[in-house]
């Protein structure tokens, strides 16, 4: 981590001002990330911090889009759809476990924390795959709407309670890979219904 006396020698951007609450997301949760701690974080006063960003609800999303960035591409491989598809979440829920509370917040945005260019993207692919356009949007929504749930049910998981129900001794990957591979499933058997489907 810089120093202060090196922190202030470097000019404040929004680029190191989305950095830096990077950074606090991955150590502190995303509720550990405030304009006040940001700026002690970069050293500056608050109102330096909002010069480049209004509020925190665009930094949250700044940081959301930075963050996504970090997974895996999302596209069609020589293997299949299916393989492209399992490799890209299971990389998405790793890189978003690395920042609690954030999945959390991206599931309750209409785009589940994504750009529209990003959503759109994600659509895109499974048309690519053979699916009908609106069965393709929902498709992604839905492959999306797991990976931010799962995140958000281990975030608030109650160990004790886990423990209690039996449900200690499987992992959170094996969850994950479990729904990943489940939701793989369902979409092959709605893809092999051909045009009905995109009707339902």
Known sequence: MATSAARRQEPLSRQRVVAASMELARER????VTMRALAAELDVT??????HVRNKDELVALV????LEDA????LADAGWETALRDHLLALWETLAKYPGLSSYMINLPTLGTTESSYAKGARFFEEAGFPPRLA???WSFALTFIHGRLSVDAKLDRSAARAA???TIAAREHVV???DAIIAGLKGMLGEGSDADHA
Not at 46 to 51: D, I, L, R, T
Not at 64 to 67: G, N
């Open 29 to 32: 949760g995303l509720d550990g």
């Open 46 to 51: 608050p109102m330096a911090v909002y010069y």
């Open 64 to 67: 959301a889009e930075s963050v």
């Open 72 to 75: 895996s591409p999302l596209s």
């Open 137 to 139: 949007k929902l498709a």
């Open 166 to 168: 039996g449900l200690d």
């Open 178 to 180: 479990f729904g990943v």
